[in-house]
């Protein structure tokens, strides 16, 4: 196809790459700002506000429910504003709600009645308690508006990839940007708790509040850039008609949704996209995997703190985050499977995209095996983590370019953001559990399967976290078990 267009056309141009890099930018900027929190609480945060694991897993279960219900509406949001519109509101909010975590101490002090962090520090009791609470609140305030921005992160740019690119490449273009999520978690452990240590050994703050507003000012960088560099293909001048006919090739083998260049398709509301099987088998893949990656990507530094010693801005703990993300890189491939098995055996998107999915949720099988290897090395679990990470995103790749081979344009950011929402809510459940289930285990001394405390807490997620993907893989396979696209007449 790419050979006959540039014989007939001439040269085409690659401006689409360029938008991907863009949405892989923003997916880059959007893990940096949710691992603010995660990788400063820990030696930074909970010190200054007396927190427990508890206490931390409660602010990201409210940040994950939010960002769940946030989903369902920035999805119908992403498609009334159009792409361009939608993301830099998206954008713009996250990066606001990023930077309001750094008043959350400031705010604290002055209800409580305290001058200082040194005297937060210093206080017990009763005092200690309710520095506890209401810093909680206040963090929740933050994570409540960082969540609302961040969930049109992916309803705009799988829209975008949807309009961008044609549905042979969309699972490619998708797992280059989902790297973003990649890259901003491996960038995330040798730059915040430096950071945050640089500026407290300055004197500003207690370090961890200017982390959240450098890393929350890349952004607006970002929507800057975004602002000049995006049109529809029609419309964008960087695009010739080389280009934008092999976008669109998918018109040729779908007749029915033919349409003249830059005619609005009928749009599908929220309820009649709830009418669809494929509509639901997207959610319950996104609902039975997204709190996994979610889980490591929360609780994996308090983790390594947790069961091995190590804080989050010691050089053995950045290596250990650093190589784990580094692994989850190889997931820019899963999104080439596909390809490959079109390309082998013919078969059409989606049945190659679910047998490639199947061949990803064998490897989080591993995690089974996490705890037990921890005995002899902490680099077993961080390897198998960063193994079932890259699963994870070459699975979510590739079910997020699902719903691009099933709904029109018109309705993919909706799904998206249903879908996001089902996430949401698994990732709101593994939190909120996984911080009461270590504090109780730690109270305990709780045993399980030969682990005690602590240790047998994290056990027992890495399990459930091991089986979520082959359960979610046979319910999507069941509920959609061929090729079914849906036609807006």
């Known amino acids: 196809m790419n050979q006959t267009i540039q014989k007939t056309m001439g040269k085409m141009t690659n401006y689409r790459w360029t938008i991907c890099a863009m949405l892989f930018f923003a997916t880059t900027v959007n893990y940096l700002d949710r691992q603010v929190l995660s990788l400063t609480w ?51 909010i996250w990066s606001l709600g990023a930077c309001l975590h750094a008043i959350c101490g400031w705010a ?40 609302i921005g961040e969930a049109g992160n992916f309803p705009a740019a799988i829209k975008v990839t949807a309009e961008y690119f044609p549905k042979k490449d969309r699972a490619f273009a ?63 001048p960087h695009v010739n008609a080389a280009e934008l006919a092999y976008i669109e090739q998918d018109r040729e083998n779908e007749p029915k949704e033919n349409k003249p260049a830059g005619k609005e398709e009928k749009k599908l509301s929220f309820w009649q996209c709830l009418k669809y099987r494929q509509a639901w088998a997207f959610a319950v893949g996104k ?34 985050i650093f190589v784990l993300y580094a692994i989850t890189m190889l997931s820019i491939y899963g999104g080439k499977l596909p390809t490959i098995i079109i390309n082998k055996t013919g078969l059409n998107p989606y049945a190659a995209r679910m047998r490639a999915m199947f061949i990803f949720a064998l490897f989080p ?14 680099w077993y679990p961080v390897i198998i983590i960063g193994i079932a990470g890259a699963a994870h995103q070459s699975w979510s790749a590739n079910i997020y370019s699902v719903v691009g081979d099933m709904f029109p344009n018109s309705a993919v950011a909706t799904i998206t953001g249903f879908g996001g929402m089902a996430g949401g809510i698994s990732s709101f459940l593994i939190n909120k559990s996984s911080g009461h289930l270590f504090d109780y285990a730690a109270a305990t001394n709780m045993q399980f399967m030969g682990f005690e405390g602590k240790p047998a807490g994290y056990f027992i997620i890495f399990c459930i976290c091991a089986v979520a ?7 999507m396979k069941a509920l959609v078990p061929k090729y079914k696209p849906i036609v807006v007449d």
């Open 42 to 92: 820990k030696d930074f945060i909970a010190p200054e506000f007396h927190w427990t694991d508890s206490n931390y897993g409660d602010i990201t279960a409210i940040f994950s429910l939010v960002y769940a219900i946030a989903n369902l509406f920035a999805g119908r949001f992403v498609d009334w504003m159009g792409t361009k519109k939608g993301y830099l509101w998206a954008i713009g």
């Open 108 to 147: 604290t002090e002055h209800v409580v009645g305290i001058h200082d962090a040194a005297e937060m520090i210093s206080a017990t009791g009763a005092v200690a308690s309710t520095i506890a609470i209401t810093s909680v609140y206040f963090f929740i305030a933050a994570r409540i508006v960082l969540a």
């Open 174 to 236: 998708t797992s280059i940007f989902n790297a973003g999520a990649t890259v901003g978690a491996l960038a995330a452990p040798v730059s915040i708790p430096p950071l945050a240590r640089y500026f407290q050994n300055i004197g500003i703050g207690n370090g961890w509040e200017m982390a959240f507003v450098v890393i929350g000012a890349l952004g607006f960088v970002w929507m800057g850039l975004w602002l000049f560099m995006y049109k529809k293909p029609h419309q964008n």
């Open 287 to 320: 609902f039975m995997t997204d709190g996994v990656w979610w889980f490591f990507l929360f609780w994996t530094p308090a983790y390594i703190s947790d069961v091995y010693g190590y804080s989050s801005d010691s050089t053995t703990a950045q290596l250990l």
């Open 365 to 378: 099988l591993l995690a089974l095996f996490a705890q037990p290897l921890g005995a002899y090395s902490y």
């Open 469 to 475: 993907y082959l359960i979610g893989w046979c319910i």
